[in-house]
């Protein structure tokens, strides 16, 4: 069976097409991106400005039509924090829905982070025991723990890459007093979160997860040894930590020319970098290790076991 996962984000509209069965693990097709960057559009009171939705609806059309040519059987569309937090968010919802021809589950925060933990889970094992996550998108940072397929603890806090570059990063390059002020404020957020989650054991694994978090371990961290044929890689605390005064002193034009910054997050990579480096030193993490799944494959796993479940038995 051939499935559509169409994530509609703060930063990015991404397709996911994959061949899937009950029982089995997806096997990705087709991967369509459209980079939108929404916290560009947002107006004085929290709405996305006309010229967002319209952008908006654009990229969900051409995802929809991307997923027809593929000969997707189900597309399953959801939205993440840009959408649900925007205050006219019930009419750009309206609006996504026309676009799609069907309905759009809008993830709250914490169902957000439970089906990127079921993505980590699926890809680490059983015998990964305890994991602690970190995902970053444009709007929000999830944070979720446990050593069950469902975390024990998860969290949202609106401490996006996106978001936090326009609310404190706005100038290019930013600056060193602009990123001590996000420091600050990162950590007065992060702290109730600490706190609430502090009763949980210490992870065996600590894992990150979203296009941000692989982008800062292309460029700091480093590639674990023994593996082939896939990318894993490990990001330290403290390689993180010096890169950090570097890219805010660096145009958002010319970092793109670094390993694994990309053009659709030279933008707002230091505050994704200032964002989890504070998340690190706040859960006393040395290093993390990279996922390569996350948020669109945890709603198609989600989705394969409901399949497994309901298939016929003989």
Known sequence: MRLGVLDIGSNTVHLLVADVRPGGRPLARTSKRTVLRLMRYLEPDGSISDEGVRALVAAVAEAVAVSRTENVAELLATATSAVRDATNGPQVITAIEAALGQDLQVLGGESEARFTFLAVRRWFGWSAGEILLFDIGGGSLEIAAGSDELPDTA???????????????PA????????????????????????????GRRPDHVVGSSKTIRSLAKLAGYPVPGWSGI?????????????????ARIPASARQELPGITADRTFQIVAG???LHEAMRAFDVDELEVSP??????????????????????
């Open 231 to 247: 990318e894993r890689m490990t990001l330290p605390r403290a390689a993180l930590g010096s890169w950090i005064p570097r890219l």
């Open 293 to 314: 799944w996350a948020l669109r494959e945890g709603v198609l796993l989600r989705y394969i076991e409901s399949l497994s479940w309901s298939a016929p038995r003989t």
């Open 172 to 199: 290019d390059p930013p600056g060193e007093g602009a990123v001590e002020l996000l420091r600050e404020h990162a950590r007065a957020t992060l702290a109730p979160v600490v706190t609430a989650m502090s009763a």
């Open 273 to 275: 970098a200032v964002v």
């Open 155 to 169: 969290a949202s806090v609106p401490l996006g890459a996106g978001r936090m570059t326009v609310q404190f990063l």
